[in-house]
């Protein structure tokens, strides 16, 4: 209350006049806010209230900006005139005018329907209570009906009551257990507590509704120590919407299988044609007879025609000796064991078979005509040793 209203004649009263055309027994109730927002430095600001020319109460003075409220405990009604008159006159001791920072006034509109059910009032109030719900929910939850709670639903009959409660209480950071007062609202058909934080078990009352098919509608917190189940035929929004679930899962999980066995085919495919390129290559450069690497397959017979029955070592490797041989076509190479990768790099001997008879073992390559690393490194049995710059 920081502004305030007052005559625009200081010496006169400050004053308001409700025409009531329709019914001059109309009733209303008023509220009147009074706050001083001046500092009055010494001066008096007081006045009477009248309605209809009539004192209302004893002389108001408005404390420094702090709020009080007058208000009407009884209905009040126009006069034969068809109109309210409300004033606010300056005491004969005020030095100031009168003053007002809000006045509320509430007409009562008879309705043709009773009340809500007192027991659903009750159970509905209780849980606002309890939960500390911050909602804007004052009077009856169903009447008038244009202006129900908001989230509430109710029945239309003669003496309403509660029948759904979807969406206020979802997401509304409520704590605790569930409260037997939902057990209290006994047309309650639809209730969503999702998006809470609530624990424990659920009422068993609110469990039979559940089961006797009252309350057809339930959406719960995970944290929730309960599984229910609806009977049959009783099954409502959520059956709905758990079959649609389902059909759902079942679509992705068959679209997962399909698209595995479509990539597993695609794999076994390929690997078998990767198989028979590699079979064709193998054949092709085995025909041509030159020096090419490869995986070309030996018997022993043919690794010991090639050495020489292993007349001439020149070294000794990982696995063990290596001798100098020559192919059929006169090629020259050298022969070692076990080591079966393909050579690629343009600083390595390319391999060019290997054999792989029984207890025999062996791997054919291209012969270096300068010797080994080692030997290049070391100076031994060459003339052309690495200086540091070529070692480097």
């Known amino acids: 209350m920081v502004t305030a209203a ?49 004192p209302y109460g004893w002389p108001v003075v408005p404390r420094f900006l702090f709020t009080d409220t007058i208000y ?30 809000a006045m509320e006034m509430y007409t009562i509109k008879e309705l043709s329907q009773s009340s809500s059910q007192q027991s659903d009032v ?35 009959n003669t003496s309403p009551a509660i029948i759904s409660h979807c969406k206020n209480l979802s997401s509304s950071n409520l704590f605790g257990n569930i409260l037997p007062s939902f057990s209290s609202l006994k047309s309650l058909q639809n209730l969503n507590l999702t998006g809470n934080n609530l ?14 098919g009252i309350l057809r509608s339930w959406r719960k917190s995970k944290s929730l120590s309960v599984s229910l189940m609806p009977r049959k035929g009783g099954g409502g929004e959520d059956e709905v919407l ?40 193998v054949t092709e450069c085995s025909k041509e007879g030159s020096l090419k690497p490869g995986n070309f397959e030996f018997s022993f017979s043919d690794v010991a025609t090639i050495t020489n029955n292993f007349s001439r070592p020149i070294g000794r490797g990982g696995f063990g000796n290596v001798y100098v041989g020559n192919l059929a076509d006169g090629t020259q190479v050298a022969v070692k064991a076990k080591l079966l990768t393909r050579i690629h790099h343009k600083n390595l001997v390319n391999l060019i078979g290997y054999c792989n008879d029984g207890t ?18 070391s100076g031994r049995e060459t003339a052309d040793v690495l200086n540091w710059k070529q070692r480097l």
Request: glycine letters at 4%.
């Open 122 to 156: 009750d159970a509905i109030k209780r849980i606002k209570s309890d939960y500390a719900v911050s909602r804007n929910w004052q009077g009856d939850p169903c009447l008038p009906m244009e202006y129900q709670w908001d989230g509430i639903t109710c029945t239309h």
């Open 360 to 377: 025999n073992m062996a791997l054919i390559y291209e012969y270096m005509f300068n010797g080994n690393l080692q030997q290049n490194l």
């Open 199 to 212: 624990t424990g078990p659920v009422p068993q009352a609110v469990i039979d509704k559940f089961k006797d």
């Open 6 to 54: 007052r005559p625009s004649n200081e010496s006169e009263p400050w004053g308001i006049n409700l025409v009531i055309d329709d019914d001059p027994a109309r009733k209303f109730y008023m509220y009147m806010h009074f706050a001083e927002v001046e500092d009055l430095k010494g001066e008096i600001r007081e006045f009477t209230i009248f309605m209809n020319d009539e």
């Open 242 to 281: 758990h079959s649609v679930l389902i059909s759902i899962l079942s679509a992705i999980v068959l679209l997962i299988l399909i698209t595995a066995f479509v990539i597993f085919i695609r794999k076994l495919t390929k690997r078998k044609k990767t198989k028979a390129t590699t079979m064709e290559t």
């Open 72 to 101: 009407s405990k009884y209905s009040m009604s126009g006069s034969t005139l068809k109109k309210l008159s409300i004033s606010l006159k300056r005491t004969n001791r005020s030095t100031l005018p009168p003053i007002i920072n």
